[in-house]
């Protein structure tokens, strides 16, 4: 099956700081890619929605300034939680989707964030 | 919004015996419902899926039964095996655009 590929996996981060986690569609295009937020023990909560050119569809209570998502190709789309708190210490999931084609949502392996 | 709920929240069953997991949603423009395997540390794995244009579906040990007038669908695994311990997320959406995730099932399989 298509393969959704996150990096990094972990990334251990000072308060104040700036990270990117980035999430790639190794072989299909990536017309859709979703970005997920997900506590211990709770379920995904969808944080944006970004199409290939276009600037995300932040959800409701979600910081558009405060993670900045990209979406410049069909492959790559970026997540940058700036000016980190602990309190943004998460596992955050993108997912991505080829649109035109109605394929499944394949899932990224996650990325495990920890703002000390 | 959609809403999506799933029952129960943790699940034990016996290996070889059937689990059941069941969610609802209230969005009747909701049109395609998967279901996600997680394992710990992991991102979510597709293992089955359901479009609102079908009553049920199968592969192997793994059925998806949806009823549209009642807004619930529900994920039966049978012949149960300690491999298939996991997180297990319903998730409805509108034609593959925003997921609605249930708040998951956590299922030990017991040897």
């Known amino acids: 099956g298509a393969v959704v590929s996150q990096h990094p996996s972990r990334v251990i981060c000072k308060s104040g700081t700036s990270v990117k986690i980035e999430c790639r569609s190794l072989?299909?295009?990536?017309?859709?890619m979703f970005w997920y937020r997900q506590f211990p023990k709770q379920s995904l909560m969808l944080m944006a929605t970004?199409?290939?050119?276009?600037?995300?569809?932040?959800e409701q209570g979600v910081e558009k300034d405060k993670f900045l998502i990209n979406h410049a190709s069909l492959t790559l789309s970026t997540l940058t939680v700036t000016s980190a708190h602990p309190e943004d210490s998460s596992f955050y999931i993108c997912s991505a989707r080829d649109l035109y084609l109605n394929t499944e949502a394949f899932f990224g392996q996650g990325t495990r964030l920890t703002v000390v | 919004g959609e809403n999506v709920e799933q029952h129960p929240s943790t699940l034990s069953v016996q290996e070889g015996d059937s689990a059941v997991i069941k969610c609802t949603y209230s969005?009747?423009?909701?049109?395609?419902f998967p279901w996600y395997k997680q394992e710990l540390g992991k991102g979510p794995q597709l293992i089955i899926d359901?479009?609102?244009?079908?009553g049920e579906k199968k592969d192997q040990r793994i059925a998806v039964t949806l009823n549209k007038t009642a807004k619930h669908f529900s994920l039966h695994i049978t012949e149960t095996q300690p491999e298939d311990s996991a997180v297990y997320f319903c998730a409805a959406s509108t034609d593959g655009n925003q997921f609605y995730f249930g708040t998951g099932t956590s299922l030990t399989v017991i040897p």
């Open positions: 970004s199409n290939e050119g276009s600037k995300a569809t932040y």
């Open positions: 969005d009747s423009a909701s049109n395609y």
């Open positions: 359901i479009r609102s244009n079908v």
């Open positions: 072989d299909f295009q990536a017309t859709t």
